[in-house]
């Protein structure tokens, strides 16, 4: 089975930090996204990487920044972490397109 | 750019009653897929059905595509209270990035 791990399931930081979520996929797979997840809002894409080193913003990418340096993984950061963005963050991978999306158990990121 | 909508938005059944839950887009797709995401987790994909396909069945899982009504259905027989889960769809489309668009979801809530 895939497995899709980010790194903290539970995270509170303060306003104006730096903050790093990461990710990495075990099955070598192409594609990887960042979404956050609002009650309401449903999941927002955030960036997505369909290669190493390429990247593409998704629907709200302001605020956020990405890594992807090797395929396995692909870091999500908040360059000066805003209350704001207080949300469920969930990544996925998904080998090629048109193909199902695996996702991590997500990090319930709190910011005070 | 929130492609599909859910109807219902929320869903209260017997445990053995059958589920229906509805997607509708607004743009050609080259797939549709249904995930399910338990209470603070991650979502699972459920099952994948390509436009130019009709119906597709997974276990007690059946899924009707309508690309004319520009609509889906899903529909779970003989609900288990281990159903309880919020449930999406998400648009797949022909391009290289493997992008998809989720709806906003159906909380389904199946009652012993």
């Known amino acids: 089975d895939v497995k899709v791990t980010q790194s903290s399931r539970y995270l509170v930081k303060r306003t104006g930090e730096k903050v790093f979520l990461e990710c990495v996929q075990d099955m070598d797979h192409e594609n990887m996204f960042w979404y956050r997840q609002d009650p309401g809002l449903g999941l927002r894409l955030i960036y997505f990487?369909?290669?190493?080193?390429?990247?593409e913003k998704g629907d709200i990418p302001e605020g956020y920044s990405v890594s992807r340096e090797k395929k396995e993984r692909f870091s999500l950061i908040l360059e000066s972490a805003s209350t704001n963005q207080t949300s469920m963050y969930l990544c996925?991978?998904?080998?090629?397109?048109?193909?199902?999306?695996?996702f991590g158990d997500g990090t319930r990121l709190s910011i005070l | 750019s929130q492609q599909g909508e859910e109807d219902p938005q929320a869903l209260s059944i017997q445990e053995g009653e059958n589920a229906t839950m509805n997607c509708s887009y607004k743009t050609s797709i080259n797939n549709l897929q249904w995930y399910r995401q338990n209470s603070g987790r991650g979502l699972v994909h459920l099952i994948l059905?390509?436009?130019?396909?009709r119906e597709k069945h997974s276990g007690r899982l059946r899924v009707t595509l309508d690309t004319s009504k520009k609509s889906s259905s899903l529909l779970i027989t003989a609900s288990r209270a281990a159903d309880t889960a919020s449930y999406f769809c998400?648009?797949?489309?022909?391009?290289?990035?493997?992008?998809?668009?989720f709806g906003q979801g159906t909380t389904l809530q199946v009652k012993p």
């Open positions: 990487s369909y290669d190493v080193k390429m990247k």
């Open positions: 996925a991978s998904s080998i090629l397109d048109n193909q199902p999306q695996h």
């Open positions: 998400a648009t797949g489309f022909s391009s290289n990035t493997g992008k998809l668009i």
């Open positions: 059905i390509r436009s130019n396909e």
